[in-house]
């Protein structure tokens, strides 16, 4: 087992690690075999308190240091992420039973999101607008927002910690943030211990591992942070929402997803098969951008069910350190309870189970149902796990109505031999990312990353990312003299 789990098993607040002062311990298990990984005495709200009072009053000095000084603090990062990526490869199968392919997924993206972040030191960029009033200069200054809250979740979690706390630091922010309770080390401590090693100045970076039992809403209530960025459920999504925007606070959210992929009658069906399978049962299916639902053109289902079912048999379910390993275990025993639950739903609604997984412990092996009833509850709900449902449609009009009809707007794919087609598919679609002829789960440094509807408020990545973390100041300066009425 990783040292990481008995070294950074704390709390590390204004560049300290230390234990929590609230009531009970968070137990950290291995979601494979269950064993105990960690035991964290979770942060109170008096730690809530002390981390963003230590990211107030280092964000000033980090702010004035100059960019170029704060770019080598992610140079050494991701020089530190390539020293060590066997143990942060071990430490994410064990924590939330990735896959070593899943492992691999996520650190190869982390670093293309630290890389990015190495330039966005340099970003933010002024600019000087013109006055109609006589010897006014306008000045617009992009300013870094101050203290960013984090909230990241247990699917992807040191990726999506990365990604929102690398760049808000870059841009000259603090920050403080809460992984989730399932995955406290790889999506927080470790995240803390990387950048305390690349030279980030104490205070600046602060971890609370903690629970809401314990904290309700301080976390996002306090009065420092001015933005919160938070990726998981839509349900939870929109109490923080409500609550941030009660206290004039802006937020990132980044929601669940009910992705469709489609295929088209004139698609590549092997290629099309290849694409659908990976979007749906890439880390057992616990994906926000997974393809939970495959629509294939009616002319062609039979022959692209048949290599579909064929081709999820293939994928071996078990132990996530075999390195054969698809599909490992869930998060824990409410998601596989979950999802077990809702594939006998859907059998009960009249579904046929075209291929029937068996749960043990954790372990979900994949499902694939088809002729679950148009009016289903769970054709329109994120199913965070390794169920397919199949369903044929009748030319592209009623693709586009089934795609549609659903309250997220992630991700989606179309395959078809002619990409203009899919273009003009994908143009219809309310989402805030479509593929052609590709799968649904896809991430990159510079294109803006977000959903609509239920599926989150703003965008990451890029440009967006700088939108996300810095305001504009406006300063004028009157070279001559104004003249005033009075």
Same mark, same amino acid.
């Given at each position: 087992?990783?040292?990481?789990?008995?070294?950074?098993?704390?709390?590390?607040?204004?560049?300290?690690?230390?234990?929590?002062?609230?009531?009970?311990?968070?137990?950290?298990?291995?979601?494979?075999?269950?064993?105990?990984?960690?035991? $964290?005495?979770?942060?109170?709200?008096?730690?809530?308190?002390?981390?963003?009072?230590?990211?107030?009053?280092?964000?000033?000095?980090?702010?004035?240091?100059?960019?170029?000084?704060?770019?080598?603090?992610?140079?050494?990062?991701?020089?530190?992420?390539?020293?060590?990526?066997?143990?942060?490869?071990?430490?994410?199968?064990?924590?939330?039973?990735?896959?070593?392919?899943?492992?691999?997924?996520?650190?190869?993206?982390?670093?293309?999101?630290?890389?990015?972040?190495?330039?966005?030191?340099?970003?933010?960029?002024?600019?000087?607008?013109?006055?109609?009033?006589?010897?006014?200069?306008?000045?617009?200054?992009?300013?870094?927002?101050?203290?960013?809250?984090?909230?990241?979740?247990?699917?992807?979690?040191?990726?999506?910690?990365?990604?929102?706390?690398?760049?808000?630091?870059?841009?000259?922010?603090?920050?403080?943030?809460?992984?989730?309770?399932?995955?406290? $080390?790889?999506?927080?401590?470790?995240?803390?211990?990387?950048?305390?090693?690349?030279?980030?100045?104490?205070?600046?970076?602060?971890?609370?591992?903690?629970?809401?039992?314990?904290?309700?809403?301080?976390?996002?209530?306090?009065?420092?942070?001015?933005?919160?960025?938070?990726?998981?459920?839509?349900?939870?999504?929109?109490?923080?929402?409500?609550?941030?925007?009660?206290?004039?606070?802006?937020?990132?959210?980044?929601?669940?997803?009910?992705?469709?992929?489609?295929?088209?009658?004139?698609?590549?069906?092997?290629?099309?098969?290849?694409?659908?399978?990976?979007?749906?049962?890439?880390?057992?299916?616990?994906?926000?951008?997974?393809?939970?639902?495959?629509?294939?053109?009616?002319?062609?289902?039979?022959?692209?069910?048949?290599?579909?079912?064929?081709?999820?048999?293939?994928?071996?379910?078990?132990?996530?350190?075999?390195?054969?390993?698809?599909?490992?275990?869930?998060?824990?025993?409410?998601?596989?309870?979950?999802?077990?639950?809702?594939?006998?739903?859907?059998?009960?609604?009249?579904?046929?189970?075209?291929?029937?997984?068996?749960?043990?412990?954790?372990?979900?092996?994949?499902?694939?149902?088809?002729?679950?009833?148009?009016?289903?509850?769970?054709?329109?709900?994120?199913?965070?796990?390794?169920?397919?449902?199949?369903?044929?449609?009748?030319?592209?009009?009623?693709?586009?109505?089934?795609?549609?009809?659903?309250?997220?707007?992630?991700?989606?794919?179309?395959?078809?031999?002619?990409?203009?087609?899919?273009?003009?598919?994908?143009?219809?679609?309310?989402?805030?990312?479509?593929?052609?002829?590709?799968?649904?789960?896809?991430?990159?440094?510079?294109?803006?990353?977000?959903?609509?509807?239920?599926?989150?408020?703003?965008?990451?990545?890029?440009?967006?990312?700088?939108?996300?973390?810095?305001?504009?100041?406006?300063?004028?300066?009157?070279?001559?003299?104004?003249?005033?009425?009075?």
């Amino acid at each position: 087992m990783s040292s990481y789990f008995t070294d950074l098993a704390q709390q590390y607040i204004d560049g300290e690690w230390r234990p929590g002062s609230g009531s009970w311990d968070i137990i950290d298990f291995n979601p494979y075999d269950g064993e105990k990984l960690a035991s $964290i005495t979770i942060a109170a709200v008096e730690e809530i308190d002390q981390a963003y009072q230590a990211a107030a009053r280092a964000q000033k000095q980090w702010a004035a240091t100059n960019p170029y000084a704060r770019r080598a603090v992610f140079e050494k990062a991701l020089r530190l992420i390539e020293e060590r990526e066997a143990e942060i490869t071990e430490a994410i199968i064990a924590e939330l039973g990735g896959t070593r392919l899943k492992a691999a997924f996520e650190l190869h993206l982390a670093k293309e999101f630290l890389r990015e972040s190495i330039q966005w030191a340099l970003r933010p960029e002024g600019r000087i607008l013109p006055s109609p009033v006589d010897g006014k200069e306008n000045r617009v200054y992009r300013v870094p927002v101050g203290v960013v809250g984090v909230i990241s979740p247990f699917n992807f979690p040191f990726l999506l910690s990365i990604k929102s706390v690398a760049p808000a630091l870059a841009l000259g922010n603090a920050v403080v943030l809460k992984p989730h309770q399932n995955t406290p $080390i790889v999506g927080g401590t470790l995240v803390a211990k990387l950048f305390e090693d690349a030279g980030l100045p104490g205070g600046l970076l602060n971890v609370v591992v903690t629970d809401i039992a314990e904290i309700g809403d301080a976390f996002i209530e306090h009065p420092i942070p001015k933005v919160i960025s938070f990726t998981g459920s839509d349900k939870v999504g929109r109490h923080v929402a409500t609550v941030c925007a009660s206290l004039f606070k802006r937020t990132v959210l980044e929601l669940g997803g009910n992705s469709a992929i489609v295929v088209l009658d004139d698609a590549d069906i092997d290629y099309a098969v290849d694409a659908a399978v990976f979007s749906r049962y890439v880390h057992q299916g616990q994906v926000c951008m997974a393809a939970n639902r495959v629509l294939v053109d009616r002319s062609i289902a039979d022959e692209f069910t048949e290599k579909f079912v064929a081709k999820v048999k293939t994928l071996k379910a078990g132990d996530p350190s075999d390195p054969q390993t698809v599909i490992g275990p869930l998060i824990n025993s409410q998601q596989a309870e979950s999802v077990s639950a809702t594939v006998a739903q859907a059998v009960a609604e009249g579904a046929t189970a075209l291929l029937h997984g068996t749960t043990t412990d954790n372990l979900v092996e994949p499902s694939v149902l088809t002729g679950v009833p148009a009016d289903s509850d769970l054709l329109r709900q994120e199913v965070f796990g390794p169920v397919a449902f199949l369903i044929p449609f009748d030319g592209e009009e009623e693709a586009v109505r089934l795609v549609n009809d659903t309250p997220y707007g992630l991700s989606g794919a179309v395959h078809t031999g002619d990409v203009e087609r899919g273009v003009a598919f994908a143009k219809q679609i309310d989402t805030g990312m479509f593929h052609v002829n590709d799968g649904t789960v896809h991430d990159e440094p510079v294109v803006p990353f977000g959903g609509e509807k239920h599926s989150g408020i703003g965008r990451l990545n890029g440009e967006t990312t700088v939108e996300s973390f810095t305001t504009l100041k406006w300063i004028s300066v009157q070279h001559g003299r104004s003249g005033f009425p009075f």
